[in-house]
């Protein structure tokens, strides 16, 4: 059983690389699943890349709402793959909290990203949870 980080940095490569090929899904699934050894997959990783792209266009929807100074098909290939992936898991996976959820971006922001590209990244998510917030009260 993978780690929950384990899961969501497989999630969020995956997702990467589906912005560069004009593959469905399964095709990057099982591309992936002959890389077992750098890529784990498992039912929670395609899970969560298929639900990130069902839901692509309220989650571009709402990244756009809070990036003032980029539109969505100009941020960059990562911060968009994250972004998309953070803000699904807060709003559609009950097991992820909204903190978990922007730290665990900023993680993987830290990780592919260039420097600007962890404050662009933290800052749009801090702006989606804050508003959240003022829904759930």
């Known amino acids: ?21 004009d593959e469905d899904l399964e095709n990057i699934f099982e591309s992936a699943e002959a890389l077992d050894e ?21 989650l571009d929807g709402i990244i756009a709402k809070y990036s003032d100074k980029r539109a969505v098909n100009r941020i960059p290939k990562v ?6 992936l953070a803000i699904y ?19 993987l922001t830290e990780k592919y990203a260039l420097d600007p590209d962890i404050s662009f990244v933290n800052g749009v998510l801090g702006s989606f949870s804050k508003d959240n917030k003022k829904e759930e009260n």
């Open 89 to 107: 898991e807060a709003l559609y996976d009950e097991k992820v909290p909204m903190n978990v959820a922007i730290s665990e971006a900023v993680y």
């Open 1 to 21: 059983m993978a780690a929950r980080r384990e899961i969501r940095q497989a999630a969020f490569l995956l997702s990467f690389e589906k912005l560069f090929l």
């Open 38 to 58: 750098f890529i784990p997959m498992n039912d929670e990783v395609k899970g969560l890349v298929r639900g990130v792209f069902d839901k692509q266009e309220e």
């Open 79 to 84: 911060d968009l793959a994250v972004l998309r």
